[in-house]
């Protein structure tokens, strides 16, 4: 005979706190705050959804929208292509995998407001390497605080050299899982190396790409450390990624309705493309 | 489809081999005739998979050659020697359907699609895939993966041998059955040079026509099932081959006649110079009966498994085992242990010692 009782509850309780002060609480807040007006001394005037309209029709937005779908897409064009053509060529036996593999992580264990203190240094013109090497030897002239295209290559060149590690070693992961078998039969069948990459590595490499571009979409989509040390969203509003127009609205401008607003809308846009993205990947796999 | 001919083959993993421990494979010399259906068995680690990968092209030997119909391929790559292999996990092309994976081997060719379709039709049909041939690869059953696998082995006409690589070892039970008969008939069907390895007795005798059995690295018997099982060549051959194997007993030899635990034992015939330090007298348990004389023994184990009993005795600190009908002594009763004359042989230093006399028919 069992007895019913409620003392589940306290076993979910825990799980239950920590996701209402972790993201259930703050989210509100924000959505609390997207829908009214404030003037300070917790006075609020209800406002519908005048903000969410506002933000929607704001050129301002359309323009840091643009500016981050354009650095999403570049770093992913660069960084997957590269990512698996470095995992391809490093050796998958040997006393060099545990090399290549700490090389590999090295970028990704650097915070990353050092990341875009680095490269900020290195890419003065004055004192760089780089920026010294590129206006002073090669005689380019290139000043990522002047020309709008030299802070462009910069963000997206920093962003290559930070993160590809990531898609490196998790394609290098794929390639690793595949027995030789595989690679002995191809022979046999005469498969060409392409033929080899497209029926064999990349089917193989498939899911764990599939997160690393989600993972790299993400994270690059709301990048904010890096771009707001190097240009602080400049020259003009040339670099103003999303993130970057967002906190310049909430804290720069302390209008918190529309910067409440706009976030509730960068959430929705960057939830909506990784599940678009996931369900297309994955939608052969489930039957 | 080809005579494969090994001349003095010698493989060894280290790449400075000093004693002849340091080679996986010691000297074979072998010729496989044109069309045969042959198995390599033995333990694992004997070196059959190596001898497998020198004859595929995926290992270059230390020593030796490998010629296909007089031509030396030693040093030729997999996919110049024309031969087909096929794994002991199934290797599929996960996005490509099945009729795409066994017109894989064919494409890469460059065969026209006319004879693409002919064979993979033709293959599909003796395989019993020719339903799944518009089906995605990567969602089949085990065995039927494996069937795609052997297909784009058998699918190119003109190979010179198709390998299998313990090709059973992922199947469930009651399909290994169905798809070794299958193996059979399909080698009847296209009359390629087949090469089975396997470590399964069942498996090498039911496929071959010749068995070749190794161990450590050393080809110590070849033959058909039949002579395999009633005259090994050596102990091993006579332990590994039968279910239960050969009895193997210490025997001391004096005088021409043989000795076990103080009897003298009759030989099917005259013992070869024996010039080992080691022998043993050598007979399988079907040939061993229980009587009323003989030598006795203590029942150690009795188990039916089904059409007949084990018996497991002991007899002066070792141990014999007899094949009887029906139900068998009860354990620890005391037996006569009869061996039959002409199926008693003499090992020594493991190699036979004794030759068929007048008794043998």
Redesign the interface.
Known sequence: MKTENQKAWFFVLPVLLLVAFNALIPMMTVVNYSVQETFGDNVFFWQGLDWFEQILRSDRFHAALGRQFLFTFLILVIEVPLGIAIALSMPRKGIWVPVCLVLMALPMLIPWNVVGAMWNIFTLPDIGLLGYFLNHVMGIDYDMTQDPLAAWITIVTMDVWHWTSLVVLLSYAGLVSI?D??Y??A??????NW?VFR??QL??MKTVLTIAILLRFMDSFNIYTEPFVMTGGGPGNSTTLLSIDLVKIALGQFDLGPAAAMSLIYFAITLLVSWLFYTLMTK?DL? | MAKITLSKLRHSYYPNPKSADDYALKEIDLDWTDGGAYALLGPSGCGKSTLLNII?G?LVPSEGRILFDGQDVTEL???KRN???V???P?I????TVYDNLA??LR??GRDEATVRERVTAIAEMLELSDLLDR?AA?LSPDNKQKI?MG?GLVRQDVNVVMFDEPLTVIDPHLKWKLRSKLKELHQRVRATMIYVTHDQTEALTFADQVVVMQEGEVVQIGTPVELFDRPAHTFVGHFIGSPGMNILPAEVSDGVAHFAGQAIPLEGPITAVAGTRTEIGIRPEFVSLGQSGLPATVTKVSDVGRHTVVECEVAGSRVNAIVNGPGPNRGAMVFLDFRRDQTRLYADGWIASTAGESAT
């Open positions: 027995p078998a595989y002995q039969a022979k046999i069948d005469g498969a060409s033929a029926f064999i089917p193989k052969d039957n | 595929s995926l790559p997999p996919d031969i087909a292999q794994f002991q996990f290797v092309y996960d996005t490509m894989f081997p890469n060719r995605k969602h696998s784009r």
